[in-house]
Each structure stands twice: as structure tokens, then as C-alpha cells.
């Protein structure tokens, strides 16, 4: 059996194969409870412990070693992690120092262009990420800003009197309070610095070049955008499956 384990920066997605060719697989946010989520995923696989793990992780390399550590201790299997290479599967990363490049990213922009070849994508996560892939592989490079929930508290953090108190039924229209006037700023400021892109990366991709969204806050933000969207909050495991399937070496954290 194969267990894939996607660490985010909140949340942490896992999904393990079944031997009839189906999956199970799950996630929640993880607070960086490594042994912990080592503990809930000795569960998961209780009737069919996993022969092959396999993590692709942005929590830090500490943290990877201790998750590595955990996973080994009470699942006595060694997981692989994998980090962004320079190449990989017929795409070239962007970045000159390609492990810096965020694995979920690395991963979603693979998945993205084996399925349609050049491609935007929109990981809204903890932070909101776009890249951006062109018809023959080469990774464009992309943005990293802050996502909505970070956002929101870096108003509350920042001020004395912003906070959201009330419900507030989010739009892109003027807030009539403070609650409102967060909810819909922050909403509004993430849709168009998507639109923003999306229009500028599609006058040099193909003007129909498919954007994909992921990511926690993905069915917020995609309503919103003036353009069709493909949601797929499984883009980054997809990823990892794939390069794993081809032959992915992997390492142990060190
Ligand atoms: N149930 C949830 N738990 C945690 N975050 C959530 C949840 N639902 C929506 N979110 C939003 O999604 C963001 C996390 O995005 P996600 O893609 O799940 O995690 P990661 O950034 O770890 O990949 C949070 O910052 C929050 O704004
Ligand atoms: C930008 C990210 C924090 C996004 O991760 P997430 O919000 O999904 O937790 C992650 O891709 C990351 O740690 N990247 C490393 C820096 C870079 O991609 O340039
Ligand atoms: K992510």
C-alpha cells in the first residue's frame, strides 16, 4: 500500500491506496502535532499498513525531521520526502535554487501540465500562491502573498480596534462595519490581485490558458473571479502520486 502525506503551513492532506485501485484519504489542520498525526495515521491504516510513504511537506526541514521521526516510529515505515527538483517529469523549475521552491507549488504545477499543458495555478492556502507553466514545461516562476486568514489577523494584530465580531454575508461591495469592511476588503484584494494576474499571465500563455484552484480558502475566492475556474483540491497529492509513480527518488529528511 502507498500512504502520500501533503504538509501545509495549517493543514495536512493524506490519502492511501487500496489494493482494488480505489483511495481513502482525508485531512485536517495539524497545528504541527507531528506525533500526533502520526498516531491518526497509524489508525487510518490499521487494516492496511503502508509498505511506501510518501511526504511532500512545506513545514520546514526541523519539522520534517521530526514528523520523519514519528512516522518511522509508529507507522515502522521510512518515509520519503520529496522536494522541488530542477526537472522533473519534462517541466523545468523557474528558480535558480530549485528546493526553495514550495514543493505544493512544484507539485500542483507538474499535475497541472501533464493534464493540460500550459497552465495557471491558484493555491489558496495559508498563503495565496500563483505560478504559472507554459505549453512546453518551463515553470514561469509566480507570487506569494498573504491568505485570507492571514490577512485578517495581520489587521487584528496590527490594530487596536479591527476585528471581526459579527457575521458578516461576504461580498466585494463597500462594508457597512468593521466586520464587513475586513471580510469584503480582504476578499476583494485576493480577487484582484488573481484577475490581476491571470489577465496579465494569459496575454503570454495561451488567452484560455485553464486555471486551476486549490486550497483551503479556494471556495471563497472562486465564486468571485470573472473567469471559469477548475476547482481541485487534490492537485497537490495528484502531483505527488504522479512523480512518485514515475520513478521519484525522494530523501530522508535530514
Ligand atoms: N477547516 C479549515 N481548517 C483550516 N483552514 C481552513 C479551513 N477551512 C478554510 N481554511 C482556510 O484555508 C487556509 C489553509 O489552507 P489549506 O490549503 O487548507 O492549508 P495549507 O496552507 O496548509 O496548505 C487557512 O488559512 C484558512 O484561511
Ligand atoms: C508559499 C508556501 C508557504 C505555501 O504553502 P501553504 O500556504 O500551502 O502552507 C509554500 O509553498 C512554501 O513554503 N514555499 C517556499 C517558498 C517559495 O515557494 O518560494
Ligand atoms: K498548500
Known amino acids: 500500500m502507498r500512504l502520500f502525506l501533503d504538509i501545509g503551513n495549517t493543514a495536512m492532506k493524506w490519502r492511501l491506496n487500496l489494493p482494488d485501485g480505489g483511495c481513502r484519504q482525508g485531512g485536517h489542520a495539524h497545528q504541527r502535532d507531528w506525533w500526533g498525526l502520526a498516531a491518526e495515521l497509524a489508525q487510518v491504516c490499521a487494516q492496511q499498513p503502508p509498505a511506501v510513504l510518501w511526504v511532500g511537506s512545506v513545514a520546514g ?27 522533473d517529469l519534462g517541466l523545468r523549475n523557474a528558480y535558480a535554487d530549485p528546493a526553495r521552491l514550495g514543493v505544493d507549488r512544484w507539485l500542483a504545477v ?114 468571485h473571479l470573472p473567469f471559469a475556474a477548475l476547482a481541485d483540491a487534490d492537485i497537490v497529492l495528484d502531483g505527488l502520486e504522479r512523480v512518485v509513480a514515475a520513478g521519484a527518488s525522494g530523501e530522508e529528511p535530514a
Open 61 to 87: 526541514r526541523e519539522a520534517d525531521a521530526e514528523l520523519a521521526q514519528a512516522l518511522k516510529a509508529v507507522l515502522n515505515v521510512t518515509p520519503r520526502f520529496y522536494y522541488s527538483p530542477a526537472t
Open 110 to 223: 507538474v499535475e497541472a501540465w501533464h493534464r493540460e499543458g500550459a497552465a495557471i495555478i491558484v493555491d489558496c492556502g495559508s498563503a495565496l500562491t500563483i505560478d504559472a507553466v507554459d505549453a512546453d514545461g518551463m515553470h514561469l516562476g509566480g507570487y506569494i502573498v498573504p491568505g485570507l486568514t492571514m490577512l485578517r489577523t495581520s489587521l487584528f494584530r496590527g490594530t487596536a480596534q479591527v476585528r471581526v465580531t459579527d457575521p458578516v454575508s461576504t461580498s466585494l461591495a463597500p462594508g457597512r462595519s468593521t466586520s464587513a469592511g475586513v471580510e469584503n476588503g480582504v476578499l476583494r484584494m485576493s480577487v484582484a490581485f488573481i484577475t490581476d494576474v491571470v489577465v496579465e499571465l494569459r496575454k503570454t500563455l495561451t488567452d484560455t490558458c485553464p486555471v486551476f484552484m486549490t486550497g483551503g480558502d479556494a471556495a471563497v475566492l472562486q465564486p
